[in-house]
């Protein structure tokens, strides 16, 4: 089973991958990922095809399930994995400037194709990271999906910024860019190219976004100066966040780029990335219950202008502790 069906009280496609459910244990200490076992081989950088996807450009049929009210459709798209480094325990923030560079180069490279696919609608590189928020597999890797349809949050993201261009002839996140630099207080660190601040409305105590600083609609964008100074700066900010407690934080990363094969977003959608780490506290979850996730109605329970200021002082310590590392 590996469908797409229609949620009509949301307008949106949810995912039936029954296929996942069947998924068998690994066996201990052994890794997929690793060279040294076998499957695959030496790298630096790798894609890797999801083996248990739950989109595939070659879909089975739905199940036999629909009718003129439930509405199914092939489970169309790509999921890949995209491994950081060979290291099994290798952190990124342990990762050199060169190692990120072409882990930005890779994630450029699969965009791409991906993209060439004229059914792929939204590529969404993320990186799931830590036990809080479900991995099992330590190996330090991300992923990539390929959907056929635009996701209902970047349906959402992408009407508001259309909206908000329309009316302003501004784009939406420039725009928001300009006034968190005005405002100050919720600004982490800033270099030439991006911007890493805890928004103003964020709904995680530490959900931190990167911002380009210039107006680019997707990765494909970037110059390679400014595809090193992104690696850098997604690394800096998991070595931020390391710092705050003083353990690997976890999180969720996610990538938003503009639509492709979609129509022309370069005017209204700007590069960027959301984190939503799990913690609250050192040893406190933020566990999303009803309201959250029933009503969408988000709660955070810090002020943003105070837990800027933790962010910024685990980032002064983890700048500090730089100058002991020594990276490969």
């Not at 790798?46 to 595939?56: G, I, K, Q, V, W």
């Not at 680019?216 to 595809?227: A, C, P, S, V």
């Not at 984190?275 to 979850?285: G, I, L, N, T, V």
Request: charged letters at 25%; glycine letters at 6%.
């Amino acid at each position: 089973m590996a469908e797409l069906r229609w949620h009509p009280l949301i307008q949106d496609w949810v995912m039936i991958a029954g296929n996942r459910q069947g998924r068998p244990q690994m066996p201990k200490d052994y890794c997929p990922f690793c060279p040294s076992f076998g499957n695959v081989p030496e790298y630096e950088v790798m894609e890797y095809d999801n083996d248990f996807p739950a989109l595939s450009q070659n879909p089975p049929e739905p199940d036999d399930v629909a009718n003129d009210f439930f509405k199914v459709r092939p489970s169309y798209g790509k999921c890949e994995v995209i491994l950081y480094s060979p290291g099994h325990n290798t952190a990124i923030t342990e990762l050199s400037d060169s190692h990120m560079k072409k882990l930005v180069d890779l994630w450029c490279e699969r965009f791409a194709l991906m993209s060439s696919d004229e059914k792929i609608k939204y590529v969404f590189p993320f990186e799931n990271r830590g036990e809080a928020v479900g991995v099992t597999m330590p190996h330090p890797h991300g992923q990539i999906y390929g959907y056929s349809v635009i996701p209902k949050k970047l349906q959402l993201e992408t009407a508001s910024a259309r909206e908000y261009y329309e009316k302003n002839g501004k784009c939406l996140f420039c725009d928001m860019l300009e006034h968190e630099l005005q405002d100050g207080r919720r600004i982490i660190f800033r270099n030439e190219h991006f911007t890493v601040f805890l928004p103003f409305f964020t709904e995680y105590p530490y959900g931190v976004y990167i911002f380009a600083n210039s107006h680019k609609q997707t990765l494909l964008d970037f110059t390679e100066e400014e595809r090193q100074s992104l690696g850098l700066t997604i690394r800096d900010t998991a070595g931020m966040l390391d710092s705050l407690f003083g353990y690997r934080f976890p999180y969720m990363m996610c990538m938003h780029n503009a639509p492709v094969n979609s129509g022309d977003y370069s005017k209204d959608f700007h590069f960027h990335i959301e984190f939503f780490p799990p913690m609250r506290s050192a040893d406190k979850q933020k566990f999303n219950a009803s309201s959250e996730t029933g009503a969408w109605a988000s709660c955070n329970p810090t002020c943003p202008e105070e837990t800027s200021k933790e962010l910024r002082e685990a980032f002064a310590r983890y700048r500090e502790s730089e100058k002991d590392i020594v990276r490969s």
